[in-house]
């Protein structure tokens, strides 16, 4: 077990759509963008999210809350109950915003105690832990003994108070093993309730990036009006998506030209034709009932004689607001699994435009004209 596999035990995976996977900050597993366990959906328990941007870091923060279902002092035993999340779930040809059950009724989990070892200790605080004086507490979840998530507190005659997490975790060959980053979180352990606190700072500039003519959005533009019959959608997220290295290849794939720069507009040549690119509108807000992230981007491109305006919205995980048929055409689809086995598929992202608009247009003002034989 890990902080991944605790996280998603005691309250749902951290709906923290594009910012962050679980993983990173624990002890060392990795979970994709948007996997099951909340990715896209929002969970039935209490969840309490905030969002605060300081300078070039972006801090966000969670707070989960489960039942305490009963506890045993004596055998060393706590059964918890398990999330329900929800999700924009498919069904047909058709969406409907629904609770799942991806997981038992209740987790059962059991603790140990343990003194922080040297070798421990040397990890921690080169970490910034301040492990003086502390004890560890171990969490196991019923099945995947052996292997359990460590925190780290005061007071070792009693489960029950605040711990704070680690990037520690044993395994099941009886040592440990850790992350090499602090993780600040914490889980409070009452015998009613249990709640589970964290936070992430992460980097402004990887998700809400703010030189449009370094975005991977750019690179894309450069080879669609390289022509032929190649199009890539374009998506408002990818306008705060730095790719630098993937402009340069355009540049250099697509003969690009740049003939004049501001901070919103760009001229350039492609063959015989000099294109104008004007970015009218460029946002990224947060959503805080998703953990996600919602873009908004109007950008138009002109060869002088026509001019094609592309208006787009990206948004990286769906609530119930755009659970909606009229957004059929736009949705991402990912697919998880019930508690009983049964797989669903839901909407995990949506890109809302008109993409074959866009395309249409696009590929009249390109440097080439389409094939027509579709070669």
Known sequence: MNMRRLSLSLAGALALGA????????????????????????????????????????????????KVFAHDESARVLSVASPVDEYCVLEGASVSWKAVREYPDTTTFSWSFGAVTTEMAGILKGLGYDVDGKVLLVLEEAGFEGQGDILLGRDSSSVFGEWAYTPCYTDASGGFRCSNRHVEGSLKIGKSSMTRKESYDVAKGDYLYDDPFGSRFMSLLYDNLAGGNYFAELEAGDLFLEDTGAVARSVANDGVEITARAEKSQTFKIGLKTYTVEVLKSSGEFRKAT???????????????????????????????????KNMDGFKWSRGEDVDGNEFEYADGIVLGDAAAHEACMKRIAAIGPDPAGR
């Open 19 to 66: 910012l962050v996977s679980c993983g990173d900050s624990g002890s060392g597993s990795s979970s994709g963008e948007g996997g099951s366990g909340g990715g896209s959906g929002a969970s039935s328990g209490d969840v309490k999210r905030s969002v605060e941007i300081k300078g070039d870091t972006i801090r966000y923060a969670e707070e989960r809350g489960a």
């Open 291 to 325: 953990g996600g992230l919602d873009y908004s981007a109007v950008v138009e491109v002109s060869d002088g004689s026509e001019t094609c305006r592309i208006d787009i919205r990206s948004v990286t995980a769906v609530g119930e607001d755009l659970c909606a048929g």
